[in-house]
C-alpha cells in the first residue's frame, strides 16, 4: 500500500515507449537540435529545408496552403505526443524527455546550426518561397512577405502547371505516400479526382475518403466519391494470379453499361473540367478495374486516356 503513493511520481518519469519507425526517432532527434521546442509552422518549414539540404527521404512534401507540408509529419507529430515524448503548448510543441532513442537518426548538426539558428517565422517561410517556389502556389502568406521577382517566380511557377488538354487519368495509391500521390495530381493539373473504390477506406495513412475530401479542395481539386463504379470487397476476395483479376474484369466490364448514372457523372465531369483521375489502390492499372471504366470512355466516346 505504501508504494502507491509513490505511482503518480513513478508514471511521470517513466520513459515512453520507443517510437516505431526510424522517421519518427529522427523527428525527435530534429526537434532536440532545433532546441527542443518549435511553432508547427517552423516545424514544417525547417525540416522540409533540412531534408532538402541532406537528401533524406523520411518525408514528402505538398504546396499546401502556408508553403511546404507533409502531413505523414504532422500525424507523427500527434503520434509522439499521445506516447509522451512531446507536449503541446498552444501553437508550440516541445520535448518532454531529453533520453531520446535517436540511434541511426544523427543530425547534422554544423549545417543545421550554420543555416537555421536564427531563422523562424516570416523569414523562414520566405527563404523556403524563394527557394522553392513551387511549393508557393497555393500560399495564403500575403504577398508582402515577397519582392516583386520573387512573385514573379511563383506565378511563372503556377501557370506552368497549366495544361489544357482534355484527359481522363487514372492513378492508384499503392507504393506511393500520400504528399507523393498529391504532387502527381497538381503536376497533371487534375481538376477532380474521382474515388472509384466501392468502400473508401484505406489502411494506408491518408488514403480514406475523409481526409482526401477534406484537403484536396484546399489545393484546387474536387473529390467525388462514386460508390456504383467500384467492386464489392467479395468480389476481391482470392485473387491469386492473372487468371482470376480477368474473370473479375471481365464480369466488371458486362455490368459497365449498366451503371448509366455513373457513366453520366464521369462525362459531366469531363466535358465542364477536361481533366479527371480515376483512382483506386492498385499501382498498374491493368490489375484494377479503373482501366475497365477508362478503356470503356475511350471506346464509346473517343476520350484520350493516361495512367500515371
Not at 83 to 88: F, P, T
Not at 174 to 180: C, F, H, I, M
Request: charged fraction near 25%; proline fraction near 4%; hydrophobic fraction near 35%.
Amino acid at each position: 500500500m505504501k508504494n502507491q503513493q509513490y505511482m503518480p511520481l513513478l508514471n511521470a518519469i517513466r520513459t515512453p515507449d520507443t517510437p516505431t519507425f526510424k522517421r519518427q526517432k529522427f523527428l525527435l532527434s530534429f526537434i532536440r537540435s532545433a532546441g527542443g521546442s518549435l511553432s508547427y509552422m517552423d516545424f514544417q518549414k525547417l525540416l522540409f529545408l533540412y531534408l532538402q539540404r541532406v537528401h533524406e527521404s523520411y518525408y514528402d512534401f505538398v504546396p499546401y496552403l502556408y508553403g511546404c507540408y507533409s502531413f505523414q509529419a504532422a500525424q507523427d507529430i500527434d503520434t509522439l505526443s499521445s506516447m509522451g515524448w512531446l507536449e503541446k503548448k498552444d501553437n508550440l510543441f516541445c520535448l518532454s524527455n531529453s533520453h531520446i532513442p535517436d540511434e541511426g537518426c544523427s543530425i547534422q548538426l554544423d549545417l543545421f546550426h550554420d543555416e537555421y539558428r536564427n531563422i523562424r517565422g516570416d523569414a523562414l517561410i520566405r527563404q523556403v518561397y524563394r527557394e522553392f517556389p513551387y511549393f508557393a502556389i497555393h500560399r495564403k502568406i500575403a504577398n508582402s512577405l515577397m519582392s516583386m521577382e520573387e512573385h514573379e517566380a511563383i506565378k511563372k511557377e503556377k501557370e506552368g502547371l497549366k495544361k489544357d488538354e482534355a484527359i481522363v487519368f487514372t492513378i492508384g495509391y499503392e507504393g506511393l505516400s500520400l504528399e507523393r500521390y498529391i504532387n502527381m495530381l497538381i503536376q497533371n493539373n487534375i481538376c477532380v479526382l474521382c474515388d472509384v473504390r466501392n468502400n473508401p477506406i484505406s489502411r494506408k495513412f491518408g488514403f480514406s475518403k475523409p481526409l482526401l475530401s477534406r484537403v484536396l479542395p484546399k489545393i484546387g481539386i474536387e473529390y467525388i466519391h462514386i460508390p456504383e463504379l467500384g467492386i464489392i470487397s467479395s468480389k476481391r476476395k482470392d485473387l491469386d494470379d492473372d487468371a482470376d483479376y480477368k474473370a473479375l474484369f471481365s464480369e466488371y466490364k458486362k455490368e459497365l453499361p449498366q451503371k448509366n448514372y455513373s457513366i453520366d457523372v464521369l462525362l459531366s465531369i469531363y466535358e465542364n473540367k477536361r481533366r479527371l483521375a480515376l483512382t483506386c489502390f492498385e499501382h498498374d492499372a491493368l490489375h484494377c478495374h479503373r482501366h475497365v471504366i477508362s478503356d470503356y470512355l475511350a471506346k464509346n466516346y473517343h476520350i484520350k486516356v493516361y495512367h500515371i
